[in-house]
């Protein structure tokens, strides 16, 4: 059990933390050129956590969990710093006291991933290392969201005359926004909807759909680095929304055989 919560919790990091470092980058990137603060903060940001990840390299499987623990803790912070810093940036953008290109939608989905990031740590070092039938369909509309927040932003900086794809993308985004409401109508019908085969086909169809999504991502990262599509997204941006699919495929995959020895 020790040893499942090093590997987990460096797991969570090692992913994570490299997921926030190209956050602050982004949102730097979208600032106005007299926004010096909001863009000195976020590269701030990319130094805290390009630090945390130089950190990972002095643990591994069998390091102590009390040092885990508290590498967890140190990182939590981390995570709860970018979080204020975003819900920031989205109060000033809400407020139009900055005019920016990071979309509100933009920095409250970022702020999301860095709570949900935050939360996890908690989760790990509270010992909370099995998911419930709960925590499965509460993650899942976490992640279905995420997806159909990706496919909108897509869509939105692709070049106007990429029609195929902003179609594609759009498609994309209906059919995430269903699985979102699906999931947060199995959610609201809990406890009753925490059986078996309901939770299988649940996670089944999420496969289904992420699998489908995370290949789309996958030709347009492509597409991007070999300069053959008209975009305003950064190659670096593709990857990342690339990485964030196949996540979601790992953390199903969890799920699954978390279920399976249930039974």
Known sequence: ???????????????WSRIM?????????????????LIQEAQQFIDLFEKIEQQLSNFNANSDPQQIAAFNNQVHQAAHAIWAYKRKVLGLTLRCEIRSNN??????HTSREAAYFGERLKELNEGKLQPTPAKIIKENVFFLRLMADHSKFIGHLLDPSERKLVDQAREFSHDFDQLVFQAVDLDSM???????????????ENRVSVVALRDFKKTARELIEACRIKS?????????????????????DMFEVSLGSDH
Do not use: C, W
């Not at 090093?6 to 990091?13: A, F, G, K, M, P």
């Not at 470092?21 to 603060?37: C, I, M, Q, V």
């Not at 990857?239 to 199903?252: G, N, Q, Y």
């Open 103 to 108: 979309y509100p939608l933009l920095l409250d």
């Open 232 to 252: 305003n997204i950064h190659p670096l941006l593709a990857d990342h929304v690339f990485r964030e699919a196949e996540r979601f495929l790992h953390i199903i």
């Open 190 to 204: 809990r406890p009753q909807s925490e059986t078996q085969p309901l939770l299988d086909k649940f996670l089944d």
């Open 21 to 37: 470092k190209e956050h602050a980058l982004f949102l730097s990137l979208g600032f106005n050129f007299d926004d010096k603060k």
């Open 1 to 15: 059990m020790a040893n499942q919560f090093v590997t987990r919790s460096l797991d969570e990091i090692r992913f």
